[in-house]
């Protein structure tokens, strides 16, 4: 089981978000049978398995054991992924295009970048995990309180100049690209939060 997979494919986002396929889902995230399913959601077996191939057929779900008993062979599924993230291309393509943006500051243009990420890093994920690779990433995530709007803006003004400074120093043309996304909002209150 992959530790997160980002699906991009509208049909499987439909697929993992139909209620009863979603319960499913959450019981998959250790291997079940049919039968063990359908008591933990409360449907019959038949009707387990019938949600049971579409989760399968949109690459959500896969067999991990097949257990034969008296002349019945029995599927054990999983979960391909402990959690599971839409990407926001699946849902309107231009959400995850930064440069449609033209306010640099705005709340829209840190969302589109986000959603580039989250489309960009899945897809590579896909084909790392496809090609049995790992993927390399860095991620920076601190909370910095601020005393006033003049001290932000003098940070960002600093963290941009060492950025730059920074790409100066290691970026080669002929080295292999990534990017970098730095971001930076007002922190949710502890009840906003999901």
Not at 139 to 149: E, Y
Not at 159 to 166: E, F, G, P, T, Y
Request: charged content about 20%.
């Amino acid at each position: 089981m992959n530790e997160v997979s980002v699906l991009a494919d509208p049909a499987a986002v439909a697929s993992a978000l139909d209620p009863i396929r979603s319960r499913i889902l959450a019981v998959l995230a250790e291997p079940h049978s049919a039968a063990s399913i359908a008591t933990q959601v409360n449907l019959t077996r038949q009707k387990v398995n019938y949600h049971l191939k579409a989760l399968e057929g949109h690459g959500l779900i896969e067999p991990v054991e097949t257990r034969a008993w008296g002349g019945i062979t029995e599927r054990v599924m999983q979960a391909v992924a402990a959690r599971l993230v839409i990407s926001p291309g699946a849902l309107q393509p231009s959400s995850v295009q930064p440069d449609n943006v033209t306010d640099r500051l705005s709340a829209a243009y840190l969302i589109a970048v986000a959603g580039r990420t989250v489309c960009e890093v899945g897809d590579i994920v896909r084909h790392a995990t496809n090609a049995d690779q790992r993927l390399p990433t860095l991620t920076v995530d601190t909370v910095v309180g601020f005393a006033s709007a003049a001290d932000r803006t003098a940070f960002a003004d600093e963290l941009q100049a060492a950025v730059i400074a920074l790409v100066a120093r290691y970026h080669h043309d002929d080295g292999r690209p990534y990017r970098l996304v730095t971001q930076s909002y007002p922190r949710p209150t502890e009840t906003s939060t999901p």
